[in-house]
């Protein structure tokens, strides 16, 4: 496949002047890493973000992806995340170094808690969020995590966090796309300083075949699944689209060099009707 150029990426800034770059590729389990797409997409489309997560099972891997790639590390942003199975300050520290040398990193550039309820009985979700953010404050201060985050928090998730601890996530990684648009939670994000990261762009496939999506690909002379990636990064959202196809990682990067006007962001604005297509965080106290 021939290489494209990519215009380059924007980055946003976190609240303690690091700059997060605003389109990442995104990695899962059941058959989410391909060796070949993040070898290309780092050497052929010049992405330079990159999401994983313990839970993925590919950490080791995608750490040789990377070498291979020959990107300098200091030049890539790496995430990753805690499984809420290594909650609790001794494990969570240890689950971060493990994950380090698992990828073969020794820092990572945001590392947040995966999910707002501890898969550990024996005292409150609360208590096990505050002295698992502890740790992650402790990393942090140490600087094995660069900033830190959490991923699938609700209002109320952070609002107590903020009463028990002292770092304010940097990052909250939550679902975002035209269907699920949670937007008093992002407000709530600005507000605090918190940058809003949107993951599952495409509503795992759903959005594309959308006919709002469609009329406005059509007009743009663009793919639908780009529509839906520059929505939500002209909304403001750190987005990771995943893929592993080569074309298809080339096709979602591509989309810095046009913009959606102000009626195709108020008819993609339009399309909320609440709707997951992934866990849903809304029962966990």
Request: charged share 20%; with cysteine; proline share 6%.
């Given at each position: 496949?021939?290489?494209?150029?990519?215009?380059?990426?924007?980055?946003?800034?976190?609240?303690?002047?690091?700059?997060?770059?605003?389109?990442?590729?995104?990695?899962?389990?059941?058959?989410?890493?391909?060796?070949?797409?993040?070898?290309?997409?780092?050497?052929?489309?010049?992405?330079?973000?990159?999401?994983?997560?313990?839970?993925?099972?590919?950490?080791?891997?995608?750490?040789?992806?990377?070498?291979?790639?020959?990107?300098?590390?200091?030049?890539?942003?790496?995430?990753?995340?805690?499984?809420?199975?290594?909650?609790?300050?001794?494990?969570?520290?240890?689950?971060?170094?493990?994950?380090?040398?698992?990828?073969?990193?020794?820092?990572?550039?945001?590392?947040?808690?995966?999910?707002?309820?501890?898969?550990?009985?024996?005292?409150?979700?609360?208590?096990?969020?505050?002295?698992?953010?502890?740790?992650?404050?402790?990393?942090?201060?140490?600087?094995?995590?660069?900033?830190?985050?959490?991923?699938?928090?609700?209002?109320?998730?952070?609002?107590?966090?903020?009463?028990?601890?002292?770092?304010?996530?940097?990052?909250?990684?939550?679902?975002?796309?035209?269907?699920?648009?949670?937007?008093?939670?992002?407000?709530?994000?600005?507000?605090?300083?918190?940058?809003?990261?949107?993951?599952?762009?495409?509503?795992?496939?759903?959005?594309?075949?959308n006919p709002t999506v469609q009329q406005i690909a059509e007009k743009?002379?663009?793919?639908?699944?780009?529509?839906?990636?520059?929505?939500?990064?002209?909304?403001?959202?750190?987005?990771?689209?995943?893929?592993?196809?080569?074309?298809?990682?080339?096709?979602?990067?591509?989309?810095?060099?046009?913009?959606?006007?102000?009626?195709?962001?108020?008819?993609?604005g339009g399309l909320h009707d609440g709707r997951h297509v992934t866990w849903?965080?809304?029962?966990?106290?």
């Open positions: 496949m021939s290489s494209v150029p990519v215009l380059s990426c924007p980055t946003v800034p976190l609240s303690n002047g690091l700059q997060i770059p605003i389109l990442g590729l995104g990695t899962s389990h059941f058959g989410g890493f391909s060796h070949e797409a993040v070898v290309y997409a780092l050497t052929e489309c010049s992405v330079r973000h990159i999401d994983t997560a313990k839970r993925y099972g590919c950490e080791e891997k995608l750490g040789k992806a990377i070498k291979i790639s020959g990107i300098p590390r200091r030049d890539l942003w790496i995430t990753n995340k805690l499984w809420p199975g290594d909650y609790g300050y001794e494990a969570a520290k240890r689950a971060c170094l493990e994950s380090c040398s698992e990828m073969g990193v020794e820092y990572f550039d945001l590392y947040m808690m995966h999910w707002p309820e501890p898969l550990k009985p024996g005292c409150s979700n609360r208590e096990m969020r505050a002295e698992t953010w502890r740790a992650l404050e402790e990393l942090y201060k140490e600087g094995i995590c660069r900033a830190i985050g959490v991923s699938n928090f609700l209002v109320s998730h952070l609002k107590q966090l903020k009463e028990d601890c002292s770092v304010v996530p940097h990052v909250n990684q939550v679902e975002y796309h035209p269907f699920q648009q949670p937007n008093h939670l992002i407000e709530y994000c600005h507000k605090e300083g918190i940058v809003f990261e949107g993951y599952s762009p495409l509503g795992k496939g759903q959005v594309l075949s743009h002379e663009r793919t639908p699944a780009q529509i839906c990636i520059r929505w939500s990064v002209q909304n403001g959202v750190v987005t990771i689209p995943k893929s592993i196809k080569k074309n298809r990682i080339q096709e979602n990067f591509q989309v810095f060099d046009f913009q959606l006007d102000e009626a195709d962001m108020v008819a993609l849903d965080p809304t029962n966990v106290n």
